[in-house]
């Protein structure tokens, strides 16, 4: 279940498992894989003999989230952290990643036992909860803002985690899974041949019954699920894809109808499900043509998951997410497109991907649209009146640097200007840009 690659890519993995079982470090270019992430031991209950490596970032958030990577059958922690990009997203963003490892190493999760399945009953999850508490205790990680993610057989234990520990986890991200139970033997690792092939389907309710069923009596709030699969998966087949989204939005009380769909980029579809505010509980990407290898590592796959999952987000106290209303229209910031330089405008309020933005550490304005984290950009690093805002590629610049001021206002660190409703126009469409700061309600913003 580990990811389609090439002969060579392959036996590159073959040999990282057998680097981390006699303590060789491999390097992959241009980040060494075993040597900047840490090895704990005795890092407290773990009946499966689990083995924990952590990233720790050079520049870390205050009270830094925690996110859980789970390899695939045949991979190992290291190897996920060298294949992946949320190593990378974690020096941009400061969160801490834990990357543990199966034991025997190369063996797949175990999510077909009822132990796995059932809250505190034992096996893998087991030890994978003592990585979190360890992390939490050593590290300062925050327990109110962990989260999960996996691909392929790590897919199918983020799903299992997400409902044995809901009051654990915030949100997850499952990469090429099946819904949670749907790999039942009643066996410690067993492979069940009709789930992976696509032949289970049930109902929501169903699907649902079962992870509640993996924590009795639980009512508290559940955390939210994004999910991916590629169309020409030939491991775990792509009619998993359906079977979850009928499990987690039964799950989370939203709608089985989408409340959106978009393409992201070419060939990806996805789908989201939202609730009665419009914020998406699930969601779904489904893309064309691919096989058993998601994450694609250097594409926006890695980084749309962490959006998602709000890790991407500004420090505790230091920023928010959500719609950037212009106040005097009553409309959102919009990002019209999925390319990089499109001038920016206000539009009626629907809760799309194109008008949710993020205040960064950095003092970025970032939004995912066509697959990619763009960030808010005075064009041609303007500081004249009629400067057009745009979306560009994000490089720390000072014309992608914003100041939300106290007084609604939104000022841009280079130029002093503000950010501006052109013409003190309500109607969807308008531009913005920038302008001499005047107090005006076309220069009021509100975020989240």
Not at 279 to 294: K, P
Request: hydrophobic residues 35%; neutral net charge; contains cysteine.
């Amino acid at each position: 279940m580990s990811r389609s690659r090439s002969f060579t890519s392959r036996l590159i993995g073959v040999l990282a498992v057998l680097a981390l079982a006699v303590g060789v470090n491999l390097q992959t270019a241009p980040r060494a894989a075993a040597a900047s992430l840490i090895q704990i031991t005795n890092f407290g209950a773990n009946p499966t003999g689990l083995l924990m490596h952590l990233y720790v970032p050079a520049s870390v958030k205050p009270d830094p989230p925690i996110l859980l990577a789970l390899h695939g059958c045949q991979g190992n922690g290291p190897y996920l952290y060298a294949s992946t990009d949320f190593g990378a997203l974690a020096d941009r963003y400061g969160f801490l990643v834990v990357y543990p490892s199966t034991n025997p190493n190369g063996s797949c999760w175990d999510v077909s036992s009822d132990q796995a399945l059932t809250r505190g009953g034992g096996s893998d999850p087991v030890g994978l909860m003592s990585m979190i508490s360890y992390t939490e205790q050593h590290y300062r990680g925050n327990p109110a803002a962990v989260y999960v993610t996996g691909e392929s057989s790590g897919a199918m234990m983020t799903n299992v985690l997400l409902a044995d520990h809901p009051d654990v986890f915030k949100a997850g991200a499952a990469f090429m899974g099946v819904p949670q139970h749907c790999f039942y033997t009643g066996s410690v690792r067993g492979w069940n041949a009709p789930c992976a092939q696509g032949q289970v389907s049930m109902t929501p309710q169903q699907w649902g019954g079962l992870v509640r069923n993996a924590y009795p009596g639980y009512t508290g709030p559940r955390p939210r699920v994004q999910l991916w699969h590629g169309t020409a998966d030939t491991i775990l087949n792509h009619n998993n894809l359906g079977e979850e989204i009928k499990q987690w939005t039964d799950v989370l009380g939203v709608s089985q109808t989408p409340s959106a769909t978009d393409t992201p980029a070419a060939g990806w579809t996805r789908t989201r499900y939202g609730n009665g505010s419009g914020a998406a509980q699930v969601e779904a990407y489904s893309i064309a043509g691919a096989g058993h290898q998601l994450p694609v590592q250097g594409t926006e796959m890695a980084a749309g998951a962490i959006h998602f999952m709000g890790l991407d987000a500004a420090p505790s106290g230091g920023g928010a997410s959500g719609a950037l209303r212009a106040v005097g229209a009553g409309k959102c910031l919009t990002d019209p497109s999925t390319t990089a330089g499109t001038q920016q405008q206000i539009a009626s309020c629907t809760g799309a991907a194109g008008q949710t933005w993020t205040r960064t550490a950095s003092n970025q304005l970032t939004v995912t649209v066509g697959g990619s984290t763009l960030c808010l950009d005075a064009e041609a690093k303007g500081t004249a009146n009629g400067t057009r805002v745009i979306t560009w590629s994000c490089n720390g610049q000072p014309n992608q640097q914003w100041q939300l001021n106290a007084n609604g206002t939104i000022t841009g660190v280079q130029s002093g200007l503000c950010l501006d409703v052109a013409g003190l126009g309500t109607a969807d469409g308008t531009p913005v840009q920038l302008w001499s700061c005047s107090g005006a309600g076309n220069q009021q913003w509100k975020l989240g």
